[in-house]
């Protein structure tokens, strides 16, 4: 009878160890695709010109308790380019720019995720462009709104240059440096 009573007590007790590694494990969350975007923003002929990608996939597993647990990736579809003009749509998929036949996808992959001491969170990864593939530090804040729901956002300078984007005469009209911007809502 004792030994029973110690067996089934040793079971709790190690089912209860265990019941906090149940709550901190990392889930899958859902993209709320209407809410989120991925914008750009460069510098035409020292003019900020903004853009984005209209069509992008994303998967997020993570614990926002235990970020170094998560895994981030975002497929953003190049054909999608919005630069907000017809002719500049057509340009951005040319071989000389982003290249869309031979390269219709970028992608990026985190391989870390850390939180700062300022509340932010740093995902380091491998962004691939244009079949060029740069590891990268992308900073964002991950804030809890109404409900279950929860908005990642941040911004991450790249260099056209690291990716092989544009070239020739471009490079007197078109700034090197552009910059990624994201708003991606998440719900459980």
Avoid at 19 to 42: E, G, K, M, N
């Amino acid at each position: 009878m004792m030994r029973v009573f110690m067996s089934r007590s040793f079971i709790m007790l190690w089912l209860l160890a265990l019941a906090p590694l149940a709550v901190a494990a990392p889930r899958d969350w859902q993209v709320d695709y209407p809410r989120s975007q991925i914008r750009f923003v460069i510098q035409q002929m020292n003019v900020p010109v903004e853009g984005g990608v209209k069509r992008f996939s994303a998967t997020a597993r993570f614990d926002p308790v235990k970020p170094e647990t998560g895994v981030f990736r975002v497929e953003l579809d190049m054909a999608s380019v919005d630069t907000g003009s017809p002719d500049g749509d057509g340009e951005a998929q040319r071989p000389l720019w982003f290249d869309v036949g031979r390269h219709p996808r970028a992608v990026f992959v985190s391989r870390a995720v850390k939180k700062q001491p300022d509340g932010r969170y740093m995902a380091s990864g491998d962004l691939t462009i244009k079949g060029r593939t740069r590891a990268v530090n992308v900073p964002f804040t991950l804030v809890r709104h109404s409900g279950e729901s929860w908005l990642a956002e941040g911004r991450l300078p790249v260099s056209r240059a690291d990716f092989g984007i544009g070239g020739g005469d471009w490079n007197d009209v078109v700034a090197d440096r552009a910059e990624a911007r994201f708003r991606i809502w998440l719900k459980p």
